[in-house]
């Protein structure tokens, strides 16, 4: 066995330290944020909250909870999530395919008009005049179809699929598969690493995504949480507003926004590690002989 040189060492060391570094100054504001949800309001604005929470309580744990609205629109985001990600997914992968073919007539102008789009929107008052002239207000459609394809993505999968061999597209046409066949039995399975981080990329944007559906829904029983929480951290703050300035809503005011970060990143924070495995596997999963 071949021992590491010294100079490898030192930067195995040197790495390592480097790593650990960085790992700390990411952990630490999150878990700042995790005690600050759980920490009484006299010790979060005497600045005494670092890791630990101090005047433990579960007032607004115990609020958001027990408010039936939260549950609704907790539903709302999961559905949102899903079917808007489920769009985005076939779509973008379509899209992609399509770009990655070379010899596709038209191609260029193809993807003129995705990146055009990147640079140039018809603006916020014609977007809103077209989802209610299509009577898509009021539906998850309005969340899912506006959004369905980010050309950052598009672009990312078209790269992909280009990366991946011809001869494998050639074999499975000699076999008699079709262009759908070929693109659910040949590539999509070699494909897992890409799909997962779009999954993930487009779960994560949707999730956290509350200007949408603030624009499109009528109704607060149509609401994601995310707007659900953003109307608790203005009804907190404002307290003299609302006509509830107890010590109850004194208390939700201190730490809201922590309980709300903790709140929308915790789904996210449970889903991730079964998306990562993806990143770090090999993205051919089979290779081509001869």
């Known amino acids: 066995m071949v021992r590491p040189s010294r100079s490898y060492r030192v930067f195995q060391g040197v790495n390592g330290l ?14 700042n944020i995790v005690a600050r949800s759980f920490s009484g309001e006299r010790q979060i604005r005497a600045g ?7 005047g433990f309580n579960l007032t607004t744990y115990d609020i958001v909870f027990h408010d039936a609205m939260f549950w609704r629109n907790y539903g709302n985001t999961v559905l949102y999530t899903v079917v808007s990600t489920a769009v985005a997914m076939v779509l973008t992968t379509c899209y992609a395919y399509v770009l990655s073919k070379k010899d596709l007539k038209g191609r260029g102008a193809l993807v003129g008009v995705a990146v055009f789009t990147m640079f140039f929107t018809g603006g916020l008052i014609p977007n809103y005049v077209l989802i209610t002239q299509l009577g898509l207000k009021n539906s998850v459609w309005a969340i899912a179809l506006p959004n369905a394809i980010s050309v950052f993505n598009l672009l990312v999968m078209k790269a992909f699929f280009e990366s991946l061999p011809g001869e494998l597209e050639e074999a499975a046409q000699i076999d008699g598969l079709s262009t759908y066949g070929i693109l659910l039995r040949i590539v999509l399975p070699l494909s897992k690493a890409v799909v997962a981080t779009m999954v993930l990329f487009y779960s994560v944007a949707f999730w956290n995504s509350w200007f949408s559906a603030f624009l499109y829904m009528d109704s607060s029983d149509l609401m994601p949480v995310t707007v659900y929480l953003r109307n608790m951290i203005q009804g907190a703050t404002g307290g003299s507003t609302a006509g509830a300035a107890t010590d109850q809503l004194s208390q939700v005011g201190a730490n809201i926004q922590a309980v709300t970060i903790v709140l929308t990143a915790l789904p996210v924070l449970c889903v991730y590690p079964f998306v990562q495995r993806y990143f770090v596997s090999g993205v051919m999963l089979g290779a081509v002989k001869g």
């Open 18 to 31: 480097v790593l650990t570094l960085v790992v700390v100054v990411t952990l630490y504001p999150f878990l």
């Open 48 to 54: 005494e909250v670092t890791l630990w929470p101090e």
